[in-house]
C-alpha cells in the first residue's frame, strides 16, 4: 500500500514539473527578467533606540565609527521597508543586512540581542541633532 502512494506521488510531481517549466520559459521569451537583488551585511556595535527609530553604529573600513537612521515607519506594516528580528540568546553578535534592488534600497532587516540590558542596546539623551537624523530620511547610505 505504501508502495503504491508513493508512487502515485511521484507520478503526479512528474505531470505537474512540466507546467511549471513553461511558465518560466513563456516569461523568459516575453522578455521579463527578475530583478537583480543584493545583500550587504554589516556587523552592529550599538543600536540606540528613540522615540523616531533607531541608530545603528556600525565600523568602517578605516576604524571609525558610522551611525544609520531607521524611522520606526519602516517598522509600522506588513511588507515593511525594515524588520526587527531578536536573535536567540548566546554569542550571536547582532547585525544589520541590507537588501538593494536593482542598485536602489529595497529593505532592512535588523538583527537584535533581545534583552535590552545586552552591551550592544544604548541610550541617548532626546536631542534637536537626533530628531534632525530622522528627518526626510527615504533610504539607507552606508559607509564603508
Same mark, same amino acid.
Given at each position: 500500500?505504501?508502495?503504491?502512494? *508513493?508512487?502515485? %506521488? $511521484?507520478? @503526479? !510531481?512528474?505531470?505537474?514539473?512540466? $507546467?511549471?517549466?513553461?511558465?518560466?520559459?513563456?516569461?523568459? %521569451?516575453?522578455?521579463?527578467? %527578475?530583478?537583480?537583488?543584493?545583500?550587504?551585511?554589516?556587523?552592529?556595535?550599538?543600536?540606540?533606540?528613540?522615540?523616531?527609530? *533607531? $541608530?545603528?553604529?556600525?565600523?568602517?573600513?578605516? $576604524?571609525?565609527? @558610522?551611525?544609520?537612521?531607521?524611522?520606526?515607519?519602516?517598522?509600522?506594516? %506588513? #511588507? @515593511?521597508? !525594515?524588520?526587527?528580528?531578536?536573535?536567540?540568546?548566546?554569542?550571536?553578535?547582532?547585525?544589520?543586512?541590507? *537588501?538593494?534592488?536593482?542598485?536602489?534600497?529595497?529593505?532592512?532587516?535588523?538583527?537584535?540581542?533581545?534583552?535590552?540590558?545586552?552591551?550592544?542596546? #544604548? @541610550?541617548?539623551?532626546?536631542?534637536?541633532?537626533?530628531?534632525?537624523?530622522?528627518?526626510?530620511?527615504?533610504?539607507?547610505?552606508?559607509?564603508?
Amino acid at each position: 500500500m505504501k508502495k503504491v502512494i *508513493f508512487i502515485a %506521488a $511521484l507520478f @503526479a !510531481a512528474m505531470a505537474v514539473t512540466p $507546467l511549471f517549466a513553461q511558465e518560466e520559459e513563456e516569461q523568459q %521569451a516575453v522578455g521579463e527578467r %527578475a530583478p537583480v537583488t543584493y545583500v550587504v551585511n554589516i556587523s552592529v556595535e550599538r543600536i540606540f533606540p528613540t522615540r523616531y527609530g *533607531f $541608530l545603528v553604529q556600525h565600523r568602517t573600513r578605516d $576604524l571609525g565609527m @558610522a551611525t544609520v537612521a531607521i524611522p520606526s515607519e519602516w517598522f509600522s506594516f %506588513a #511588507g @515593511a521597508r !525594515a524588520e526587527r528580528i531578536p536573535l536567540r540568546r548566546g554569542t550571536v553578535w547582532p547585525s544589520m543586512s541590507v *537588501f538593494f534592488r536593482e542598485g536602489e534600497f529595497s529593505h532592512v532587516r535588523l538583527y537584535v540581542h533581545p534583552s535590552l540590558s545586552h552591551f550592544t542596546w #544604548g @541610550a541617548v539623551m532626546p536631542s534637536p541633532e537626533i530628531t534632525e537624523m530622522f528627518q526626510g530620511v527615504e533610504t539607507i547610505h552606508l559607509q564603508f
